[in-house]
Each structure stands twice: as C-alpha cells, then as structure tokens.
Antibody
C-alpha cells in the first residue's frame, strides 16, 4: 500500500539545523509533487513547502522562506527538509504528504516531532 | 493569501445524530477544497476532495457540498470513530496552501 515514513526529528537548540527525511513506498515516487506540512503542539495544520515531481520547482511558506530547503532524491524515493536557523516557533510535528493530481494531500506520513529548545 | 475560516470551533453531537461543519474562504476557491479528519496522535486523513468527492474508502455518511466561498461537511449518523478534529483546505490559489483552524466534533 502507499506509505510515507518520516524520520530525523528530535530536540535541537535554537539557531541550529536539522534534516528531515520521508521515504515513500507503494507508488512511483517520481510521479508526484511532495509537500511538508507541520502542526505545532495543540494547534492546526500549516503548509510548509512543496517540490515538484522532478525537483524543478519549490515553494515555501513565508514563515520558513530562506531558512528551510525542500529537496528530493527520486532514485531513493526520498523527500528531505533541511531546516536551518531553527526557532522555538518551528517546534511541531512535521508531516510529509503526496499530491497526486490537484492539490489535496493523500496520503500523509505518521509525522516526526521537532522540538526547538535550549 | 486565502484565509479559511471554520465554524464552529467545537461541535457537541450525540452518537447517531448528524453533524454539520462549515468552512468559509476569504475569496472564491471554486471547488478546489478538501476535508481531512484527524484523531489524537494520528496524521490527518483525506475525506473529501473537489468539495464533494469522497476519497477512497471513506464511508457514505461523510458528504461535502458547496463551491465558491461556502462549504459544508456533513456527517450523517455519527459513529464513535467519527469523533475527531476536521480541517478544510483550499488548493485553488497557492502558494500558500491554506487550512482552516479546525472543528472538533465531540461526544455530547
């Protein structure tokens, strides 16, 4: 079945960096745009970034632009999120999600928790 | 940026009853709207896309309607597993993709 599995979360100090990964299986990974969406503790969903199926384009939320970089390696069925200059407000569960055709997210990974704290 | 507003924030419903959730967009999103269900400790799950099309495996008691700026998610005959938080999301005009703040459906 179609599955996305994130990893790489943890506790990191403000100003430091972290890289998240998301491995896809059960589908042709290179077919589809891939996204990162985050959810701060007890809060709603916030879209973070998207990368086109071939890596040709990327877009970011204003809140992370210039600090986060989304990338993918289709040969490894893997999506990445490089997070630099982390802030306390970046603390959240980070989900990767696939967009198959239009712009709805399906499926979602199980999420990985990033905690930014000194 | 298109702002999505959901109401009410919390909806108290008895099992077997109908729940009606609303989502309003700050400008027209045509039918480019999706609904998700999220249970505690779980990832969101797609319920509805295109404002009214059920995703694969979603029971018929879930239905979506609306277009433009006003949308509704109706859950007919609430079952115990339906008590959760529901989010709407627009994909008409991006970036950014935007979500509503969520409606929690709780047991009355």
């Amino acid at each position: 079945q179609v599955q996305l599995v994130e990893s790489g979360g943890g506790v990191v100090q403000p100003g430091r960096s972290l890289r998240l990964s998301c491995v896809g299986s059960g589908f042709t990974f290179s077919c589809c745009a891939m996204h990162w969406v985050r959810q701060a503790p007890g809060k709603g969903l916030e879209w973070v970034a998207v990368i086109y199926y071939d890596g040709s384009n990327e877009y970011y939320a204003d809140s992370v632009k210039g600090r986060f970089t989304i990338s993918r390696d289709n040969s490894k069925n893997t999506l990445y999120l490089q997070m630099n200059s982390l802030r306390a407000e970046d603390t959240a569960v980070y989900y990767c999600a696939r967009v198959l055709t239009m712009g709805w997210f399906d499926p979602w990974g199980q999420g990985t928790l990033v905690t930014v704290s000194s | 940026e298109i702002v999505m507003t959901q109401s009410p924030a919390t909806l108290s419903v008895s099992p077997g009853e109908r729940a009606t959730l609303s989502c309003r967009a700050s400008q027209s999103v045509s039918s480019n709207l999706a609904w998700y269900q999220q249970k505690p400790g779980q990832a969101p799950r797609l319920l509805i896309y295109g404002a009214s099309t059920r995703a694969t495996g979603i029971p018929a008691r879930f239905s979506g309607s609306g277009s433009g700026t006003e949308f509704t998610l109706t859950i007919s005959g609430l079952q115990s597993e339906d008590f959760a938080v529901y989010y709407c999301q627009q994909y008409h005009n991006w970036p950014p993709y935007t979500f509503g703040q969520g409606t929690k459906v709780e047991i009355k």
